[in-house]
């Protein structure tokens, strides 16, 4: 058991509650949250194209930067972690950023801009950035211009990703949950402990907002453009951390380092690549919204919100364990990298590809199916209700008019 210098605490109690305080944090704050949202008709209102049926607040980025900095604050008192200060003053105005496009609206091309510069200050600032392929393709460190591009590119990626798949209730919450935990043991298993710190405050800051997201009726909160790049921002630290260069390659995440994120983040990854280059076919702009989004399919096709964002999840987990069942019978590199892009595609545009196309060519067998599906949902209904009446009916939190609809 390792000791924390001049603290009768371990590490591991430590790790704990870096994910316990914003937990416990969340409800209390979240509430307040909303109360003044809706005061202020900070609200996301339905339209054709979004699936609520009623205006929900989008302040979910302003609950999880605060929290999240309180947790931070907190467990510095106890382990140094200042190294998180470039990162989370880029958060600060990426999520300010997020929060005008929620409220007055920004056109796509200032928020590229923006990404690009955030990307830029943690490339010099902070020194996230992808300095090696690990093997992939190239041996050795990349040039600095090379190494500059990779990092703008695929941060763009990890920022725009998160965004897109934000559509239904829940699933950007939990993928970040499930990124954020692998990635933590990951770092412990590095002895990155600022990093696992970090990931476990995240994961616990989404975890508890997760459950006011999917199941709370008064207290209902969306994400917005200010948490998902927040989520966004969170991927892209985790997956080029300051001191990736020191790994040893002796645990099988780092042999194939590359694939193994592709594998993590897939779900939001593939779902994106693929509504992007459908968009191009068509002669639309890849950032204009639409509903090509495999979990619109999904929704339109009988499953609830939870039930299509728990259905993404196992593909997500499903993507994992081949990725670690190529990786593990030890083939080549690069083989093993076009083997998770296979995989991914299967696992996500195969099951676009036969629903829309039983729509259109047998819609009798497409009615079947979401009858089914609908079942299912059903079959989760009763477990939604009780979890909305515990978090809905607690007495602290109980608000002044915080039931008043938006």
């Known amino acids: 058991m390792i000791h924390l210098p001049n603290y009768p605490m371990s590490i591991e109690t ?3 509650l870096a994910a316990l305080i914003p937990m416990l944090i969340m409800p209390v704050m979240l509430p307040s949250v909303v109360l003044m949202a809706v005061r202020k008709r900070m609200t996301d209102a339905p339209n054709e194209r979004k699936l609520q049926e009623q205006p929900v607040v989008v302040m979910g980025g302003t609950v999880v930067i605060v929290v999240m ?3 931070l604050v907190i467990i510095n008192l106890f382990y140094p972690i200042t190294e998180f200060f470039a990162g989370l003053c880029v958060m600060v105005i990426l999520y300010v950023i997020g929060l005008l496009d929620d409220t007055i609206g920004m056109p796509w091309y200032i928020k590229l801009v923006v990404q690009t510069g955030a990307i830029l200050l943690l490339f010099f600032g902070g020194d996230n950035a992808v300095h090696s392929l690990f093997g992939l393709f190239v041996d050795g460190p990349l040039p600095e211009w090379l190494s500059c591009l990779l990092t703008v590119l695929i941060g763009l990626i990890l920022l ?21 935990l692998v990635m933590a043991f990951w770092s412990i298993r590095h002895g990155f402990v600022s990093y696992a710190l970090f990931s476990f405050i995240f994961s616990g800051s989404l975890l508890s907002f997760f459950f006011f997201n999917v199941f709370s009726k008064k207290y209902k909160m969306y994400l917005g453009d200010s948490g998902s790049m927040l989520i966004g921002l969170f991927v892209f630290i985790t997956v080029c951390p300051a001191p990736l260069n020191t790994i040893t390659f002796d645990f099988l995440a780092d042999r194939y380092f590359v694939s193994f994120t592709l594998a993590l983040f897939s779900a939001m990854i593939f779902d994106m690549v693929r509504v992007v280059i459908s968009r191009i076919i068509r002669g639309k702009s890849p950032f204009l919204p639409d509903r090509l989004h495999l979990h619109h399919i999904y929704v339109d096709h009988g499953m609830s919100h939870l039930v299509a964002t728990l259905v993404i999840l196992s593909s997500n987990g499903l993507t994992i364990l081949l990725w670690y069942l190529t990786a593990a019978s030890g083939i080549n590199i690069e083989l093993q990298f076009f083997a998770v892009i296979l995989s991914g595609m299967i696992v996500y545009w195969l099951p676009y590809y036969f629903i829309n196309r039983g729509k259109i060519k047998n819609p009798q067998s497409y009615d079947r199916h979401t009858e089914m599906w609908e079942r299912v949902s059903q079959f989760f209904v009763p477990m939604s209700d009780y979890i909305s009446g515990v978090l809905d009916n607690l007495k602290f939190f109980r608000l002044p008019h915080s039931n008043r609809k938006p």
């Open 69 to 71: 900095c309180i947790a």
């Open 14 to 16: 430590l790790y704990c």
């Open 160 to 180: 725009n990703a998160v965004n897109f798949i934000d559509g239904i209730d829940g699933l950007a919450s939990s993928l970040a949950v499930l990124s954020g």
